[in-house]
């Protein structure tokens, strides 16, 4: 099965990556978990280009370094590992794109949706878990131990992150839009409630998807 998670930063995605591995693995699957950007050398030094990095990147240019983080991950790691069986749980996929780049920078939809199928090589994930989180509470998560800072604007914040507090409500908003167009590819759950419940129902609507889909394991 190929998984992916969504959600805007600090939704707690990555807990529940690991949770989902270990109960699949419990179960005797094999499971590869990455997450984007990043996965081989070349995307690793595009993860870094696009987080790290204080340049400015033109809105049509961070797309291209995303999608060519996604087209190298693709052929060289997740595209072998479902033809070998595996599962494969991915933090964050071409849903990423259309809220970020689309919804939160404004970038045409329609090229989107094309750049996304060639990155991903025509591959979809089964299911996609989206943790819906608004803005000000992901913030209130990120400093909840120091002081608040305005509005997602800080040294310690990746270059992503110091996009602002509107940006993130625009991507929120994006994913609320991505979700009704395909609401039997994405499972939104609130990421306000605990991580054990959360991994709960993720558990529980995985095992509804692959009895509908006549899916042993
Ligand atoms: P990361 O440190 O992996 O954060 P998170 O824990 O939030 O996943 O940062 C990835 C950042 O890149 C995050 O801000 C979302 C952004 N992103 C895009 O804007 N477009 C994309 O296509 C992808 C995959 C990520």
Same mark, same amino acid.
């Given at each position: 099965?190929?998984?992916?998670?969504?959600?805007?930063?600090?939704?707690?995605?990555?807990?529940?990556?690991?949770?989902?591995?270990?109960? @699949?693995?419990?179960?005797?699957?094999?499971?590869?978990?990455?997450?984007?950007?990043?996965?081989?050398?070349?995307?690793?030094?595009?993860?870094? @280009?696009?987080?790290?990095?204080?340049?400015?990147?033109?809105?049509?240019?961070?797309? @291209?370094?995303?999608?060519?983080?996604?087209?190298?991950?693709?052929?060289?790691?997740?595209?072998?590992?479902?033809?070998?069986?595996?599962?494969?749980?991915?933090?964050?996929?071409?849903?990423?794109?259309?809220?970020?780049?689309?919804?939160?920078?404004?970038?045409? @939809?329609?090229?989107?949706?094309?750049?996304?199928?060639?990155?991903?090589?025509?591959?979809?994930?089964?299911?996609?878990?989206?943790?819906?989180?608004?803005?000000?509470?992901?913030?209130?998560?990120?400093?909840?131990?120091?002081?608040?800072?305005?509005?997602?604007?800080?040294?310690?914040?990746?270059?992503?992150?110091?996009?602002?507090?509107?940006?993130?409500?625009?991507?929120?908003?994006?994913?609320?839009?991505?979700?009704?167009?395909?609401?039997?590819?994405?499972?939104?759950?609130?990421?306000?409630?605990?991580?054990?419940?959360?991994?709960?129902?993720?558990?529980?609507?995985?095992?509804?998807?692959?009895?509908?889909?006549?899916?042993?394991?």
């Amino acid at each position: 099965m190929f998984i992916t998670f969504e959600g805007i930063d600090g939704a707690g995605k990555s807990t529940q990556v690991n949770k989902l591995k270990r109960s @699949l693995q419990e179960r005797g699957r094999e499971v590869l978990t990455l997450r984007e950007p990043g996965g081989t050398p070349v995307a690793e030094q595009i993860r870094e @280009l696009l987080l790290e990095g204080r340049h400015d990147i033109s809105p049509v240019g961070e797309l @291209l370094l995303f999608s060519a983080s996604r087209a190298e991950l693709m052929e060289k790691v997740i595209v072998p590992a479902l033809e070998s069986g595996c599962d494969v749980i991915l933090d964050r996929f071409f849903d990423s794109t259309t809220a970020y780049q689309g919804y939160g920078r404004g970038l045409n @939809l329609d090229m989107l949706s094309e750049i996304n199928r060639i990155a991903s090589h025509g591959i979809r994930p089964d299911i996609t878990f989206y943790l819906d989180l608004t803005p000000e509470d992901a913030l209130m998560r990120k400093f909840s131990e120091k002081s608040l800072p305005l509005a997602f604007e800080s040294e310690e914040l990746d270059r992503m992150e110091n996009s602002g507090l509107e940006f993130y409500q625009r991507v929120r908003s994006g994913y609320h839009a991505i979700q009704q167009a395909e609401p039997q590819r994405i499972v939104t759950i609130d990421a306000l409630l605990s991580p054990a419940e959360i991994h709960r129902k993720i558990v529980a609507r995985l095992d509804d998807f692959k009895a509908a889909s006549g899916r042993k394991s």
